[in-house]
């Protein structure tokens, strides 16, 4: 069976580490957000990908969920007593060397496929891990100061820094002029099932959506496209979705996200069981929906929850 998956940063990899476990023998592509990257030191930090590449190659830290394991911080440090910022975004030293990688291989000329391929190499994550796109195309979100002003500010600063204040709008900074990866097209042409996993809809999938090409392929692709609910109860399962929902006029609901993507993108929608009333409306929206338990307490929870996705996409395949 080939898988597209379409992932951001923690919910995204954590769900893929279930499939994965679900699915052995799959063929799996995981189609991750380049919206969070930015330049650091003069390194080039992709978040989302290492965030991936990490935990399906067993390099992550656990309790965080981002970073290296048994990270160490010396460089920081000496950053720090030098002056030297930004001081909320923190490197670590085995981080910092796969940014070292990364940024050495664009500058040579490399484009970031290429690059995440050859990252990869080492950590044998398991997936075919593409980026959306080579290109340039960066999450913005535009903030208010005050009553007059409004400041547009890279994503990782309204959320690493600022921890994420009210969002009046969110801005996919070159989008419109990025392309698709080489293979991302063709990943989600060639799928027999399209998962959105329980990541971020608007800073993390939607960012991937942004891209032209990519929501165009998966609206016309014959496979069944199954989701899961970052939503649930009334609260993201952890993140800023909220915040940013409301900046896309979205309330914070499993319903609402499933109507946000709608009909076109979605065949199946997975709510948490205690969402359960929303299966109503996600049906009246055009998209199949069912009731299971969504939280990822663990990689069993994580594998059933693969497991109810797939058995979805059976359903609305045979459609």
């Given amino acids: 069976m080939r898988i597209t998956a379409l992932a951001g940063g923690i919910g995204g990899a954590r769900f893929?580490?279930?499939?994965?476990?679900?699915?052995?023998?799959?063929?799996?592509?995981?189609?991750?957000?380049?919206?969070?990257?930015?330049?650091?030191?003069?390194?080039?930090?992709?978040?989302?990908?290492d965030t991936v590449m990490y935990t399906l190659g067993d390099g992550i830290h656990e309790g965080q969920g981002w970073g290296r394991a048994n990270e160490t911080f010396s460089i920081a440090a000496e950053l720090e007593a030098y002056g030297v910022g930004p001081d909320w975004f923190t490197l670590g030293d085995r981080d910092i060397a796969t940014h070292l990688v990364r940024t050495q291989m664009l500058d040579a000329g490399y484009p970031l496929s290429a690059v995440t391929e050859a990252l990869?190499?080492?950590?044998?994550?398991?997936?075919?891990?593409?980026?959306?796109?080579?290109?340039?195309?960066?999450?913005?979100?535009?903030?208010?100061?005050?009553?007059?002003?409004?400041?547009?500010?890279h994503f990782q600063e309204y959320w690493v820094r600022l921890h994420a204040p009210v969002a009046e709008s969110i801005v996919f900074v070159g989008a419109e002029q990025a392309k698709p990866a080489p293979g991302v097209v063709d990943a989600i042409t060639r799928a027999d099932v399209v998962v959105f996993p329980p990541s971020n809809p608007v800073v993390s999938i939607g960012a991937i959506l942004a891209v032209p090409g990519i929501r165009e392929a998966i609206a016309a692709t014959d496979a069944p496209v199954v989701g899961l609910s970052p939503i649930i109860g009334a609260s993201p399962v952890r993140g800023m979705a909220d915040k940013?929902?409301?900046?896309?006029?979205?309330?914070?609901?499993?319903?609402?996200?499933?109507?946000?993507?709608?009909?076109?993108?979605?065949?199946?929608?997975?709510?948490?069981?205690?969402?359960?009333?929303?299966?109503?409306?996600?049906?009246?929206?055009?998209?199949?929906?069912?009731?299971?338990?969504?939280?990822?307490?663990?990689?069993?929870?994580?594998?059933?929850?693969?497991?109810?996705?797939?058995?979805?996409?059976?359903?609305?395949?045979?459609?």
């Avoid at 476990?21 to 330049?39: R, S």
């Avoid at 896309?248 to 199946?268: F, K, Q, R, W």
């Fill in 16 to 49: 893929l580490r279930g499939l994965l476990a679900a699915m052995p023998d799959a063929e799996v592509t995981v189609i991750g957000n380049v919206g969070d990257d930015i330049t650091l030191h003069g390194l080039r930090v992709c978040p989302d990908l």
């Fill in 120 to 153: 990869c190499t080492r950590w044998k994550p398991g997936v075919k891990l593409l980026p959306a796109t080579d290109d340039r195309a960066e999450t913005h979100v535009v903030i208010a100061e005050d009553e007059s002003k409004r400041r547009a500010l």
């Fill in 244 to 319: 940013v929902l409301a900046a896309v006029g979205v309330e914070t609901s499993a319903a609402a996200v499933a109507e946000y993507y709608g009909n076109e993108l979605l065949d199946g929608w997975l709510v948490d069981e205690s969402d359960a009333a929303a299966v109503e409306r996600v049906q009246a929206a055009g998209i199949e929906c069912r009731a299971v338990p969504l939280l990822m307490t663990d990689i069993n929870a994580t594998v059933a929850m693969a497991r109810a996705a797939l058995d979805l996409a059976a359903e609305v395949g045979k459609k």
